[in-house]
């Protein structure tokens, strides 16, 4: 397959999620499941070594993934229960000024 057809699969295939996601309204993680069969079928990938690949690439995505949420998580929980969130957020609007208080507290998320 030239490379000009690949790129052409490739922009139709981000056309393709876009509606899904924006026109469709589906929720994004089916939106991109659907776009990359149909980019790997368009480009002649085996249906089994389609869903192979998908599968190496997410679950390496979702491994990386699960570890940053499962520690942040673990991380915020101990920031709530000990009220260090809260004595941050304050401590933040102190510094930035009640008129700033929306980036005091965006900073302390």
Not at 17 to 36: H, V, W
Not at 79 to 106: H, N, P, V, Y
């Amino acid at each position: 397959m030239s490379g000009v057809s690949l790129i052409i699969i490739t922009i139709l295939g981000i056309g393709l999620l876009l509606y899904l996601i924006i026109r469709s309204k589906m929720q994004a993680f089916l939106a991109l499941l659907l776009a990359s069969i149909f980019i790997g079928l368009m480009t002649g990938m085996d249906p089994l070594a389609l869903l192979e690949t998908i599968e190496e690439g997410m679950g390496g995505a979702l491994g990386f993934i699960a570890i940053v949420v499962g520690l942040g998580a673990m991380f915020g929980e101990v920031l709530r229960t000990s009220g260090g969130a809260e004595r941050l957020a304050f401590t933040l609007i102190d510094t930035f000024g009640e008129k700033r208080a929306q980036w005091a507290l965006g900073f302390t998320g």
